[in-house]
Protein backbone atom coordinates (compact mmCIF):
# COMPACT_ATOMS: atom_id res chain seq x y z
CA UNK A 1 0.00 0.00 0.00
CA UNK A 2 1.16 3.69 -1.05
CA UNK A 3 1.56 6.13 1.81
CA UNK A 4 -1.34 7.01 3.36
CA UNK A 5 -2.55 9.63 6.20
CA UNK A 6 -2.51 6.13 8.15
CA UNK A 7 1.01 4.85 7.64
CA UNK A 8 2.63 8.18 7.98
CA UNK A 9 3.43 9.56 11.77
CA UNK A 10 0.24 10.35 12.84
CA UNK A 11 0.48 13.12 15.85
CA UNK A 12 0.32 10.68 18.44
CA UNK A 13 -1.14 12.46 21.43
CA UNK A 14 -3.73 15.61 20.27
CA UNK A 15 -2.21 19.03 21.25
CA UNK A 16 -5.00 19.17 23.95
CA UNK A 17 -4.24 21.02 27.27
CA UNK A 18 -6.97 19.53 29.08
CA UNK A 19 -7.37 20.71 32.52
CA UNK A 20 -5.33 19.57 35.22
CA UNK A 21 -9.00 18.59 36.73
CA UNK A 22 -10.44 17.09 33.94
CA UNK A 23 -7.73 14.57 33.77
CA UNK A 24 -7.74 13.60 37.46
CA UNK A 25 -11.97 13.58 37.12
CA UNK A 26 -11.60 10.84 34.47
CA UNK A 27 -8.74 8.77 36.28
CA UNK A 28 -10.33 8.10 39.42
CA UNK A 29 -12.96 6.37 38.22
CA UNK A 30 -10.99 4.23 35.70
CA UNK A 31 -8.97 3.20 38.85
CA UNK A 32 -12.26 2.46 40.81
CA UNK A 33 -12.99 0.60 38.67
CA UNK A 34 -10.31 -1.26 37.47
CA UNK A 35 -9.91 -2.16 41.50
CA UNK A 36 -13.55 -3.59 41.62
CA UNK A 37 -12.44 -5.67 38.38
CA UNK A 38 -9.52 -7.48 40.06
CA UNK A 39 -10.15 -7.65 42.96
CA UNK A 40 -14.22 -8.52 42.37
CA UNK A 41 -14.29 -11.87 42.29
CA UNK A 42 -12.23 -11.26 46.07
CA UNK A 43 -14.82 -10.05 47.35
CA UNK A 44 -17.68 -12.22 46.90
CA UNK A 45 -18.30 -15.65 47.50
CA UNK A 46 -21.41 -16.37 45.46
CA UNK A 47 -21.70 -18.34 42.63
CA UNK A 48 -22.58 -15.94 39.58
CA UNK A 49 -24.17 -19.12 37.77
CA UNK A 50 -26.12 -19.40 40.69
CA UNK A 51 -29.82 -18.44 39.52
CA UNK A 52 -31.33 -16.16 42.58
CA UNK A 53 -34.70 -14.74 41.38
CA UNK A 54 -36.99 -14.51 38.65
CA UNK A 55 -35.20 -13.56 35.34
CA UNK A 56 -35.03 -9.47 35.14
CA UNK A 57 -36.02 -8.81 38.61
CA UNK A 58 -35.67 -5.38 39.31
CA UNK A 59 -33.15 -4.16 41.35
CA UNK A 60 -33.78 -3.80 45.00
CA UNK A 61 -34.22 -6.26 48.61
CA UNK A 62 -30.48 -7.96 48.53
CA UNK A 63 -30.17 -7.77 44.40
CA UNK A 64 -28.06 -4.06 44.76
CA UNK A 65 -28.33 -4.32 40.72
CA UNK A 66 -31.04 -6.66 40.15
CA UNK A 67 -31.16 -9.99 38.14
CA UNK A 68 -30.75 -10.74 34.87
CA UNK A 69 -31.88 -12.76 32.00
CA UNK A 70 -31.73 -15.94 33.53
CA UNK A 71 -32.04 -14.59 37.03
CA UNK A 72 -28.63 -14.36 38.07
CA UNK A 73 -27.06 -11.90 40.20
CA UNK A 74 -26.16 -8.92 38.13
CA UNK A 75 -24.15 -7.66 41.38
CA UNK A 76 -22.37 -10.85 41.83
CA UNK A 77 -21.76 -11.15 38.00
CA UNK A 78 -20.23 -7.73 37.47
CA UNK A 79 -17.51 -8.25 40.64
CA UNK A 80 -17.15 -11.17 38.70
CA UNK A 81 -16.31 -10.71 35.34
CA UNK A 82 -14.61 -7.70 35.04
CA UNK A 83 -11.12 -9.15 36.00
CA UNK A 84 -10.51 -10.89 32.13
CA UNK A 85 -11.01 -7.77 30.55
CA UNK A 86 -8.18 -6.39 32.59
CA UNK A 87 -5.63 -9.54 32.29
CA UNK A 88 -6.40 -10.08 29.01
CA UNK A 89 -5.83 -6.51 27.09
CA UNK A 90 -2.74 -5.58 29.48
CA UNK A 91 -0.80 -8.64 28.67
CA UNK A 92 -1.59 -8.40 25.38
CA UNK A 93 -0.92 -5.11 25.14
CA UNK A 94 2.37 -5.29 26.51
CA UNK A 95 3.21 -8.04 24.23
CA UNK A 96 2.20 -5.60 21.41
CA UNK A 97 4.05 -2.75 22.36
CA UNK A 98 7.43 -4.53 23.05
CA UNK A 99 7.06 -6.61 19.35
CA UNK A 100 5.68 -3.53 17.69
CA UNK A 101 8.88 -1.74 18.81
CA UNK A 102 11.23 -4.13 18.34
CA UNK A 103 10.08 -4.50 14.63
CA UNK A 104 9.44 -0.98 14.48
CA UNK A 105 12.56 0.34 15.72
CA UNK A 106 14.16 -2.25 13.83
CA UNK A 107 13.01 -1.59 10.32
CA UNK A 108 13.90 2.16 10.93
CA UNK A 109 17.53 1.63 11.67
CA UNK A 110 18.51 -0.99 9.59
CA UNK A 111 16.22 -0.17 6.54
CA UNK A 112 16.64 -2.10 3.33
CA UNK A 113 14.14 -5.01 2.51
CA UNK A 114 13.43 -5.49 6.22
CA UNK A 115 12.46 -2.24 6.55
CA UNK A 116 10.19 -3.25 3.45
CA UNK A 117 8.96 -6.17 4.47
CA UNK A 118 8.06 -4.57 7.59
CA UNK A 119 6.28 -1.90 6.54
CA UNK A 120 3.97 -3.95 3.79
CA UNK A 121 2.96 -6.43 6.52
CA UNK A 122 2.03 -3.40 8.30
CA UNK A 123 0.06 -1.97 5.61
CA UNK A 124 -1.58 -5.64 5.06
CA UNK A 125 -2.88 -5.88 8.62
CA UNK A 126 -3.77 -2.01 8.71
CA UNK A 127 -6.49 -2.70 5.61
CA UNK A 128 -8.10 -4.97 7.84
CA UNK A 129 -10.49 -5.02 10.33
CA UNK A 130 -9.35 -6.11 13.35
CA UNK A 131 -12.51 -7.88 14.57
CA UNK A 132 -12.70 -9.77 11.69
CA UNK A 133 -9.16 -10.97 11.75
CA UNK A 134 -10.16 -11.73 15.64
CA UNK A 135 -12.95 -13.92 14.26
CA UNK A 136 -11.18 -15.61 12.16
CA UNK A 137 -8.57 -16.73 13.97
CA UNK A 138 -10.84 -17.48 16.94
CA UNK A 139 -12.29 -20.20 13.96
CA UNK A 140 -9.04 -21.53 13.46
CA UNK A 141 -7.18 -21.73 16.54
CA UNK A 142 -10.35 -22.52 18.88
CA UNK A 143 -11.53 -20.33 21.77
CA UNK A 144 -9.05 -19.86 24.51
CA UNK A 145 -7.18 -16.97 26.32
CA UNK A 146 -4.47 -17.60 24.76
CA UNK A 147 -6.22 -16.68 21.20
CA UNK A 148 -7.51 -14.30 22.50
CA UNK A 149 -4.80 -12.82 23.47
CA UNK A 150 -3.07 -13.52 19.83
CA UNK A 151 -5.60 -11.53 17.91
CA UNK A 152 -5.42 -8.28 20.16
CA UNK A 153 -1.10 -8.69 19.35
CA UNK A 154 -1.16 -9.93 15.95
CA UNK A 155 -4.07 -7.00 14.97
CA UNK A 156 -1.78 -3.97 17.37
CA UNK A 157 1.62 -4.80 15.87
CA UNK A 158 1.62 -3.13 12.73
CA UNK A 159 -0.07 -0.15 14.84
CA UNK A 160 2.91 0.29 16.87
CA UNK A 161 5.54 -0.99 14.42
CA UNK A 162 4.28 1.85 12.35
CA UNK A 163 4.46 4.54 15.10
CA UNK A 164 8.08 3.01 15.93
CA UNK A 165 9.60 3.06 12.43
CA UNK A 166 8.65 6.60 12.23
CA UNK A 167 10.05 7.93 15.57
CA UNK A 168 13.10 5.82 14.71
CA UNK A 169 13.56 7.16 11.32
CA UNK A 170 13.55 11.02 12.57
CA UNK A 171 16.50 10.33 14.90
CA UNK A 172 18.62 7.85 12.50
CA UNK A 173 20.82 10.18 11.72
CA UNK A 174 21.13 12.52 14.70
CA UNK A 175 24.60 13.13 16.17
CA UNK A 176 24.55 11.00 19.35
CA UNK A 177 23.47 7.76 16.76
CA UNK A 178 26.42 8.41 14.23
CA UNK A 179 28.76 8.87 17.72
CA UNK A 180 27.71 5.59 18.79
CA UNK A 181 28.11 3.60 14.88
CA UNK A 182 31.45 5.30 15.14
CA UNK A 183 32.57 4.02 18.75
CA UNK A 184 31.67 0.77 17.12
CA UNK A 185 28.47 -0.17 19.14
CA UNK A 186 26.85 -2.83 18.18
CA UNK A 187 23.23 -2.61 16.23
CA UNK A 188 21.75 -4.02 19.08
CA UNK A 189 23.26 -1.75 21.63
CA UNK A 190 22.81 1.27 19.77
CA UNK A 191 18.96 0.08 19.27
CA UNK A 192 18.65 -0.32 22.50
CA UNK A 193 20.49 2.20 24.40
CA UNK A 194 20.49 5.18 21.81
CA UNK A 195 17.10 4.98 19.73
CA UNK A 196 14.91 3.24 22.57
CA UNK A 197 14.25 5.73 25.07
CA UNK A 198 14.18 8.63 22.18
CA UNK A 199 10.84 6.59 20.94
CA UNK A 200 9.45 5.97 23.98
CA UNK A 201 7.02 8.68 24.28
CA UNK A 202 5.19 8.28 20.91
CA UNK A 203 4.81 4.81 21.95
CA UNK A 204 3.43 5.22 25.31
CA UNK A 205 1.13 8.12 23.49
CA UNK A 206 -0.22 5.15 21.61
CA UNK A 207 -0.54 2.49 23.94
CA UNK A 208 -3.18 4.45 25.59
CA UNK A 209 -5.08 3.98 22.16
CA UNK A 210 -3.81 0.35 22.04
CA UNK A 211 -5.37 -0.72 25.55
CA UNK A 212 -8.65 1.12 25.26
CA UNK A 213 -8.81 -0.92 21.73
CA UNK A 214 -7.58 -4.36 23.39
CA UNK A 215 -10.30 -3.59 26.37
CA UNK A 216 -12.95 -3.18 23.08
CA UNK A 217 -11.79 -6.34 21.34
CA UNK A 218 -11.72 -8.32 24.13
CA UNK A 219 -15.37 -6.93 25.44
CA UNK A 220 -16.26 -7.49 22.10
CA UNK A 221 -15.23 -11.08 21.98
CA UNK A 222 -17.38 -12.07 24.79
CA UNK A 223 -20.16 -9.87 23.44
CA UNK A 224 -20.29 -11.98 20.56
CA UNK A 225 -20.19 -14.88 22.89
CA UNK A 226 -16.76 -15.94 21.88
CA UNK A 227 -15.01 -16.11 25.69
CA UNK A 228 -13.13 -14.82 28.30
CA UNK A 229 -15.05 -18.04 30.48
CA UNK A 230 -18.47 -16.01 31.47
CA UNK A 231 -19.39 -13.86 33.30
CA UNK A 232 -17.70 -11.49 31.77
CA UNK A 233 -18.67 -8.05 31.12
CA UNK A 234 -19.09 -7.92 27.33
CA UNK A 235 -20.96 -11.10 27.65
CA UNK A 236 -23.32 -9.48 30.51
CA UNK A 237 -24.42 -6.93 27.78
CA UNK A 238 -25.76 -9.17 25.18
CA UNK A 239 -27.30 -11.35 27.18
CA UNK A 240 -29.30 -8.77 29.10
CA UNK A 241 -30.16 -6.65 26.12
CA UNK A 242 -33.43 -7.47 25.18
CA UNK A 243 -34.39 -7.15 28.91
CA UNK A 244 -33.46 -3.72 28.41
CA UNK A 245 -36.42 -2.24 29.10
CA UNK A 246 -37.71 -4.26 32.20
CA UNK A 247 -34.22 -3.58 34.18
CA UNK A 248 -31.57 -1.90 32.63
CA UNK A 249 -28.60 -2.90 35.10
CA UNK A 250 -27.56 -5.94 33.53
CA UNK A 251 -26.62 -3.93 30.46
CA UNK A 252 -26.13 -0.57 31.87
CA UNK A 253 -23.65 -1.52 34.94
CA UNK A 254 -21.30 -3.43 32.63
CA UNK A 255 -21.80 -0.65 29.91
CA UNK A 256 -20.46 1.67 32.23
CA UNK A 257 -17.86 -0.15 33.85
CA UNK A 258 -16.58 -0.82 30.32
CA UNK A 259 -16.86 2.79 29.10
CA UNK A 260 -14.98 4.40 32.04
CA UNK A 261 -12.54 1.60 32.01
CA UNK A 262 -11.51 2.31 28.33
CA UNK A 263 -11.52 6.11 28.46
CA UNK A 264 -9.75 6.26 31.51
CA UNK A 265 -7.22 3.94 29.93
CA UNK A 266 -6.81 6.12 27.25
CA UNK A 267 -7.17 9.70 28.76
CA UNK A 268 -4.68 8.74 31.55
CA UNK A 269 -1.65 7.21 28.92
CA UNK A 270 -2.07 10.29 27.19
CA UNK A 271 -1.18 12.63 29.41
CA UNK A 272 1.46 10.23 30.95
CA UNK A 273 3.18 10.52 27.61
CA UNK A 274 2.72 14.22 27.61
CA UNK A 275 4.28 14.77 31.02
CA UNK A 276 7.48 12.12 30.05
CA UNK A 277 8.16 14.19 27.22
CA UNK A 278 8.31 17.56 28.99
CA UNK B 1 0.10 9.50 -19.97
CA UNK B 2 1.89 9.60 -17.26
CA UNK B 3 -1.95 9.08 -14.92
CA UNK B 4 -2.58 6.36 -16.42
CA UNK B 5 0.93 4.70 -16.07
CA UNK B 6 -0.05 5.84 -12.39
CA UNK B 7 -3.54 4.20 -12.45
CA UNK B 8 -2.00 1.03 -13.91
CA UNK B 9 1.29 1.10 -11.50
CA UNK B 10 -1.81 1.62 -8.51
CA UNK B 11 -4.07 -1.19 -9.47
CA UNK B 12 -1.66 -3.50 -9.85
CA UNK B 13 -0.19 -3.12 -6.35
CA UNK B 14 -3.84 -3.30 -4.83
CA UNK B 15 -4.16 -6.74 -6.90
CA UNK B 16 -0.62 -7.90 -5.02
CA UNK B 17 -1.47 -6.35 -1.74
CA UNK B 18 -5.22 -8.32 -2.43
CA UNK B 19 -3.35 -11.45 -3.25
CA UNK B 20 -0.76 -11.14 -0.36
CA UNK B 21 -4.36 -10.59 2.39
CA UNK B 22 -5.95 -14.01 0.80
CA UNK B 23 -2.12 -15.53 2.07
CA UNK B 24 -2.45 -14.33 5.36
CA UNK B 25 -6.39 -14.64 5.46
CA UNK B 26 -5.82 -19.04 4.23
CA UNK B 27 -2.85 -19.47 6.57
CA UNK B 28 -4.45 -17.70 9.89
CA UNK B 29 -7.86 -19.66 9.25
CA UNK B 30 -6.41 -23.19 7.85
CA UNK B 31 -2.42 -23.87 9.14
CA UNK B 32 -3.92 -24.58 12.91
CA UNK B 33 -5.29 -27.36 14.85
CA UNK B 34 -8.91 -27.23 14.57
CA UNK B 35 -11.01 -27.98 11.35
CA UNK B 36 -13.87 -28.28 10.17
CA UNK B 37 -13.83 -32.11 10.01
CA UNK B 38 -13.64 -32.19 13.74
CA UNK B 39 -15.89 -29.76 14.27
CA UNK B 40 -18.86 -31.36 12.36
CA UNK B 41 -18.01 -34.37 14.12
CA UNK B 42 -17.76 -33.22 17.70
CA UNK B 43 -15.49 -34.49 20.26
CA UNK B 44 -16.33 -38.14 20.51
CA UNK B 45 -15.15 -38.94 17.11
CA UNK B 46 -12.53 -41.37 16.17
CA UNK B 47 -9.05 -40.74 14.57
CA UNK B 48 -10.73 -42.74 11.64
CA UNK B 49 -13.79 -40.83 11.59
CA UNK B 50 -12.27 -37.47 11.47
CA UNK B 51 -9.44 -38.47 8.72
CA UNK B 52 -12.63 -39.78 6.75
CA UNK B 53 -14.69 -36.44 6.45
CA UNK B 54 -11.04 -34.65 6.47
CA UNK B 55 -10.26 -36.94 2.98
CA UNK B 56 -14.42 -36.34 1.91
CA UNK B 57 -13.53 -32.36 2.68
CA UNK B 58 -10.13 -32.66 0.81
CA UNK B 59 -8.66 -31.24 4.00
CA UNK B 60 -6.25 -33.71 3.65
CA UNK B 61 -4.23 -32.03 0.69
CA UNK B 62 -1.17 -29.94 1.56
CA UNK B 63 -1.96 -26.46 2.32
CA UNK B 64 -0.60 -25.05 -0.76
CA UNK B 65 -2.29 -27.11 -3.11
CA UNK B 66 -5.62 -26.20 -1.44
CA UNK B 67 -4.83 -22.46 -1.28
CA UNK B 68 -4.50 -22.23 -4.94
CA UNK B 69 -7.54 -23.77 -5.82
CA UNK B 70 -9.14 -21.74 -3.49
CA UNK B 71 -7.72 -18.44 -5.01
CA UNK B 72 -8.15 -19.73 -8.25
CA UNK B 73 -11.89 -20.33 -7.74
CA UNK B 74 -12.50 -16.80 -5.85
CA UNK B 75 -10.56 -14.90 -8.78
CA UNK B 76 -13.86 -16.44 -11.17
CA UNK B 77 -16.04 -15.56 -8.17
CA UNK B 78 -16.65 -18.98 -7.08
CA UNK B 79 -15.73 -18.74 -3.00
CA UNK B 80 -16.17 -22.16 -2.42
CA UNK B 81 -19.20 -24.10 -0.63
CA UNK B 82 -20.30 -23.35 3.06
CA UNK B 83 -19.65 -26.81 5.31
CA UNK B 84 -22.94 -25.72 7.23
CA UNK B 85 -25.38 -24.83 5.31
CA UNK B 86 -24.06 -27.26 1.84
CA UNK B 87 -24.22 -23.97 -0.47
CA UNK B 88 -22.08 -21.89 -1.90
CA UNK B 89 -20.39 -19.25 0.20
CA UNK B 90 -21.06 -16.34 -2.41
CA UNK B 91 -24.80 -17.10 -2.36
CA UNK B 92 -25.21 -17.42 1.20
CA UNK B 93 -23.04 -14.00 1.82
CA UNK B 94 -24.92 -11.98 -1.31
CA UNK B 95 -28.39 -10.78 0.68
CA UNK B 96 -26.34 -10.14 4.40
CA UNK B 97 -23.56 -8.33 2.66
CA UNK B 98 -25.95 -6.23 0.92
CA UNK B 99 -27.58 -4.97 4.04
CA UNK B 100 -24.18 -4.64 5.74
CA UNK B 101 -23.50 -2.30 3.13
CA UNK B 102 -26.05 -0.15 3.31
CA UNK B 103 -25.48 0.05 7.24
CA UNK B 104 -22.08 1.05 6.16
CA UNK B 105 -22.53 3.38 3.26
CA UNK B 106 -25.20 5.36 5.20
CA UNK B 107 -23.02 5.60 8.49
CA UNK B 108 -19.79 6.61 5.68
CA UNK B 109 -22.03 9.48 4.27
CA UNK B 110 -22.93 10.73 8.15
CA UNK B 111 -19.55 10.52 9.57
CA UNK B 112 -18.00 12.42 6.10
CA UNK B 113 -20.32 15.33 6.99
CA UNK B 114 -20.08 15.26 10.34
CA UNK B 115 -16.40 14.68 10.58
CA UNK B 116 -15.35 17.39 7.99
CA UNK B 117 -17.22 19.90 9.73
CA UNK B 118 -15.47 19.21 12.88
CA UNK B 119 -12.10 18.90 11.62
CA UNK B 120 -12.34 21.75 9.90
CA UNK B 121 -13.83 23.98 13.12
CA UNK B 122 -11.08 22.25 15.48
CA UNK B 123 -7.91 22.09 12.77
CA UNK B 124 -8.60 25.74 11.86
CA UNK B 125 -7.75 27.14 15.36
CA UNK B 126 -5.67 24.32 16.87
CA UNK B 127 -5.66 24.81 20.87
CA UNK B 128 -9.03 26.91 21.10
CA UNK B 129 -11.66 26.20 23.53
CA UNK B 130 -13.63 24.45 20.34
CA UNK B 131 -10.73 22.41 19.46
CA UNK B 132 -10.15 21.55 23.00
CA UNK B 133 -13.84 20.58 23.40
CA UNK B 134 -13.94 18.41 20.05
CA UNK B 135 -10.52 16.90 20.26
CA UNK B 136 -11.05 15.80 23.98
CA UNK B 137 -14.76 14.68 23.03
CA UNK B 138 -12.97 12.54 20.36
CA UNK B 139 -11.05 10.86 22.27
CA UNK B 140 -13.48 9.44 24.57
CA UNK B 141 -15.61 8.25 22.18
CA UNK B 142 -13.04 6.53 20.04
CA UNK B 143 -11.96 4.40 23.32
CA UNK B 144 -15.51 3.91 23.94
CA UNK B 145 -16.54 0.29 22.52
CA UNK B 146 -19.34 0.82 20.10
CA UNK B 147 -21.65 -2.08 21.25
CA UNK B 148 -21.56 -0.13 24.80
CA UNK B 149 -22.50 3.42 22.64
CA UNK B 150 -25.26 1.13 20.79
CA UNK B 151 -26.87 0.01 24.58
CA UNK B 152 -26.56 3.11 25.85
CA UNK B 153 -28.08 4.96 22.39
CA UNK B 154 -31.26 2.25 23.00
CA UNK B 155 -31.54 2.85 26.95
CA UNK B 156 -31.63 6.20 25.65
CA UNK B 157 -34.05 6.71 22.79
CA UNK B 158 -36.20 3.28 23.27
CA UNK B 159 -36.54 2.55 26.34
CA UNK B 160 -36.69 6.00 27.66
CA UNK B 161 -37.78 7.98 25.40
CA UNK B 162 -40.15 5.16 23.29
CA UNK B 163 -39.06 7.09 19.81
CA UNK B 164 -37.01 4.37 18.16
CA UNK B 165 -37.38 0.45 18.07
CA UNK B 166 -34.70 -1.15 19.86
CA UNK B 167 -34.22 -4.06 17.59
CA UNK B 168 -34.32 -4.08 13.92
CA UNK B 169 -37.50 -6.23 13.09
CA UNK B 170 -37.67 -6.70 8.73
CA UNK B 171 -40.83 -8.33 8.01
CA UNK B 172 -40.85 -11.78 6.61
CA UNK B 173 -39.14 -11.67 3.06
CA UNK B 174 -38.29 -7.47 3.16
CA UNK B 175 -35.13 -5.53 3.55
CA UNK B 176 -34.43 -3.08 6.11
CA UNK B 177 -34.87 -0.10 3.86
CA UNK B 178 -38.42 -0.91 4.14
CA UNK B 179 -38.19 0.06 7.65
CA UNK B 180 -35.84 3.24 7.55
CA UNK B 181 -36.00 3.24 11.55
CA UNK B 182 -34.75 0.36 12.18
CA UNK B 183 -32.11 1.86 10.71
CA UNK B 184 -31.59 5.34 12.86
CA UNK B 185 -29.67 3.80 15.94
CA UNK B 186 -27.35 0.76 14.69
CA UNK B 187 -26.21 4.39 11.70
CA UNK B 188 -26.08 6.74 14.99
CA UNK B 189 -23.68 3.90 16.87
CA UNK B 190 -21.19 3.64 13.79
CA UNK B 191 -21.55 7.19 13.10
CA UNK B 192 -20.72 8.32 16.75
CA UNK B 193 -17.13 6.24 17.07
CA UNK B 194 -16.38 6.86 13.09
CA UNK B 195 -16.94 10.72 12.91
CA UNK B 196 -14.60 11.22 16.47
CA UNK B 197 -11.90 8.48 14.75
CA UNK B 198 -11.99 10.46 11.37
CA UNK B 199 -12.15 13.98 12.89
CA UNK B 200 -9.27 13.78 14.92
CA UNK B 201 -7.34 12.57 11.50
CA UNK B 202 -9.26 15.23 9.83
CA UNK B 203 -8.10 17.68 12.33
CA UNK B 204 -4.49 16.76 11.66
CA UNK B 205 -4.35 16.66 8.07
CA UNK B 206 -5.93 20.59 8.53
CA UNK B 207 -3.35 21.70 10.87
CA UNK B 208 -0.94 20.58 8.52
CA UNK B 209 -2.27 22.45 5.48
CA UNK B 210 -3.25 25.38 7.57
CA UNK B 211 0.73 25.96 7.64
CA UNK B 212 1.85 25.02 4.04
CA UNK B 213 3.42 27.74 2.36
CA UNK B 214 0.95 28.67 -0.46
CA UNK B 215 -1.69 29.18 2.18
CA UNK B 216 0.67 31.64 4.48
CA UNK B 217 1.41 33.49 1.19
CA UNK B 218 -2.00 33.87 0.36
CA UNK B 219 -2.71 34.94 3.95
CA UNK B 220 0.32 37.55 3.80
CA UNK B 221 -0.75 38.99 -0.06
CA UNK B 222 -3.61 40.20 2.15
CA UNK B 223 -6.41 37.76 0.50
CA UNK B 224 -9.25 37.73 2.74
CA UNK B 225 -9.68 34.47 5.49
CA UNK B 226 -12.33 33.27 3.26
CA UNK B 227 -10.60 33.13 -0.04
CA UNK B 228 -7.79 31.24 1.71
CA UNK B 229 -9.88 28.68 3.44
CA UNK B 230 -11.77 28.55 -0.15
CA UNK B 231 -9.14 28.30 -2.77
CA UNK B 232 -5.94 27.28 -0.89
CA UNK B 233 -6.49 25.24 2.13
CA UNK B 234 -9.82 23.06 0.95
CA UNK B 235 -8.05 22.27 -2.16
CA UNK B 236 -5.04 20.65 -0.21
CA UNK B 237 -6.93 18.87 1.92
CA UNK B 238 -8.94 17.17 -0.26
CA UNK B 239 -6.30 14.40 -1.32
CA UNK B 240 -5.13 13.65 2.62
CA UNK B 241 -8.65 13.11 3.49
CA UNK B 242 -10.06 11.13 0.81
CA UNK B 243 -6.87 8.48 2.28
CA UNK B 244 -8.54 9.15 5.79
CA UNK B 245 -12.24 8.63 4.75
CA UNK B 246 -10.99 5.30 2.60
CA UNK B 247 -9.92 4.07 5.62
CA UNK B 248 -13.69 3.96 6.80
CA UNK B 249 -14.71 1.21 4.97
CA UNK B 250 -12.43 -1.00 7.33
CA UNK B 251 -13.43 0.87 10.72
CA UNK B 252 -17.24 0.79 9.51
CA UNK B 253 -17.02 -2.84 8.41
CA UNK B 254 -15.25 -4.08 12.08
CA UNK B 255 -17.89 -1.57 13.66
CA UNK B 256 -21.08 -3.74 11.88
CA UNK B 257 -19.85 -7.17 13.55
CA UNK B 258 -20.87 -6.00 17.23
CA UNK B 259 -23.55 -3.35 16.19
CA UNK B 260 -25.66 -5.92 14.08
CA UNK B 261 -25.75 -7.97 16.70
CA UNK B 262 -27.10 -5.46 19.59
CA UNK B 263 -29.72 -4.39 17.13
CA UNK B 264 -30.75 -8.25 15.94
CA UNK B 265 -29.68 -6.54 12.24
CA UNK B 266 -30.13 -8.74 9.78
CA UNK B 267 -26.07 -8.41 7.98
CA UNK B 268 -23.13 -10.08 7.80
CA UNK B 269 -22.38 -10.34 11.49
CA UNK B 270 -25.21 -13.24 11.90
CA UNK B 271 -23.40 -14.70 9.54
CA UNK B 272 -19.68 -14.26 10.51
CA UNK B 273 -20.62 -15.10 14.38
CA UNK B 274 -22.55 -18.51 13.03
CA UNK B 275 -19.40 -19.61 10.74
CA UNK B 276 -17.37 -19.34 13.86
CA UNK B 277 -19.33 -21.24 16.07
CA UNK B 278 -19.78 -23.97 13.58
CA UNK B 279 -16.33 -23.55 12.24
CA UNK B 280 -17.55 -22.74 8.96
CA UNK B 281 -13.85 -21.35 7.77
CA UNK B 282 -15.12 -21.25 3.80
CA UNK B 283 -17.58 -18.60 4.98
CA UNK B 284 -14.88 -17.11 6.62
CA UNK B 285 -12.64 -16.88 4.40
CA UNK B 286 -14.84 -15.76 1.62
CA UNK B 287 -16.17 -12.85 3.96
CA UNK B 288 -12.68 -11.92 4.52
CA UNK B 289 -11.17 -11.65 0.98
CA UNK B 290 -15.21 -9.96 0.10
CA UNK B 291 -14.52 -7.39 2.81
CA UNK B 292 -10.46 -7.11 2.37
CA UNK B 293 -11.49 -6.29 -1.47
CA UNK B 294 -13.93 -3.95 -0.65
CA UNK B 295 -11.70 -1.99 1.88
CA UNK B 296 -8.41 -2.14 -0.38
CA UNK B 297 -10.75 -1.18 -3.42
CA UNK B 298 -11.86 2.59 -1.27
CA UNK B 299 -8.01 2.45 -0.55
CA UNK B 300 -7.32 3.06 -4.32
CA UNK B 301 -10.54 5.27 -5.46
CA UNK B 302 -8.97 7.65 -2.34
CA UNK B 303 -5.53 7.45 -4.34
CA UNK B 304 -7.17 8.65 -7.47
CA UNK B 305 -9.14 10.88 -6.19
CA UNK B 306 -5.59 12.21 -4.56
CA UNK B 307 -4.51 12.09 -8.43
CA UNK B 308 -7.04 13.99 -9.69
CA UNK B 309 -6.92 16.91 -7.24
CA UNK B 310 -2.77 17.24 -6.85
CA UNK B 311 -1.94 17.74 -10.30
CA UNK B 312 1.88 16.94 -8.69
CA UNK B 313 0.97 13.42 -8.31
CA UNK B 314 0.48 12.68 -11.75
CA UNK B 315 3.95 13.55 -12.66
CA UNK B 316 5.70 11.75 -9.28
CA UNK B 317 4.41 8.53 -10.71
Known amino acids: MNESILTRAVPPAPAVRRHRLVGILFLLPGLAVAALAIAGPWLTSADPSLIVAPPYTEAGGGLPLGADATGRDVWVRMLTGGRPLIVIPVVATVLTAVLGTALGAAAGYLGGWFDAVVSRFDALFLAFPPILAMLI ?21 PFVSRVARAATVQIVHSGFVDAAVALGDSSFSILLREILPNIVRPILADAGTRLAIAITLTASAGFLGFGPDAPNWGAMISENMEGITLTPWGVVAPAIGLAVLAVSTNLALDRLAGKIGS | MRALVFVLRRLLAAAGTLLAVSVVLFAGSEVLPGDAASASLGINATAEQTALVRAELG ?15 AVQGDLGVSVLERAPVAEIVAIPLADTALLTLLAALATIVIATALGLAAGLRPGSRIDRLLSGGALVAVSIPQFVIAGLLVLLFSSVLGWLPAVSLVPAGGAPIDRPEILILPVASLTIFAAAWASRLIRAIVIDANTAPNVEAARLAGLPERQVIRRHLIPATIGPAAQAYAWLASALFGGTAVIEQIFNYPGLSETLVNAVRHHDTPVLEGVGLLLAGIIIGSLVIADLIGLLVNPKLRTAA
Open chain 2, 59 to 73: LDRPLAVRYLEWIGN
Open chain 1, 137 to 157: LLNGWGYSTATLIAAVVITGV
